[in-house]
């Protein structure tokens, strides 16, 4: 099973640059299906096409992205916008994206929106298990539903769970480690020594640069480079 895309762009070389990064890096899950230059082109693909994800430039002549997405009214096909502009952003999030790329794309970012596209589109094995984090100890192998879990905070090599029951739980692992074991659909780092779930956020403070309060009242900051990404993903 492969996630299948399109790249709407007027500009060649970042059609060319972005259909090399996903085949090149990711063609174990990604299958580019068509690129186009301009909105009219697409809107004639979409036609008989139906790709998983379409990423849509946002500066076109003639329909730009946004008036593109009015047009065709995607229902399941989702949207990645990219552009070379932030201020961009704001509007963006009326469409509710599941992504916005700024360029020149940085292959780890594509890699973090693919990776979260293919989780979301690959059937669970097992919802038993697959909702479940396994944490190991000397005695035994503890899971922990994902649901629980309303952040993970770093503590050297160590990783401090928070669950929503009020208890923790330490592990002998890295936060990096522990966020790679973690869906992307609900869980995100908004900060260095951070990870959310997404689904426990009950409100986003403006002041202070940005910080997060949970459904257990924990107040969690929020770096000044995840502020962007993690609006979009609340608002969406």
Known sequence: MKLKVAIVDDEEHCIETLKYDLEESYSEKVEVLFECSNSVECVENLRSIKPDVLFIDIEMPGLNGFELIKVIQPKETKVVFTTAHARHAVEAINFKPEAYLLKPIELEELGKVVESLYQAKKPAVDIGISDKLAISTTE????????????AKASNNYTELILEDGSSKLISKTLKFVSAQLPESSFFRVHKSYLINLNHINKYRKADGGMLIMSNDAEIPVSGDKKEDLLILIQR
């Open 140 to 151: 035994d192998i503890e899971l922990v539903k994902h649901s629980t879990i309303v952040y």
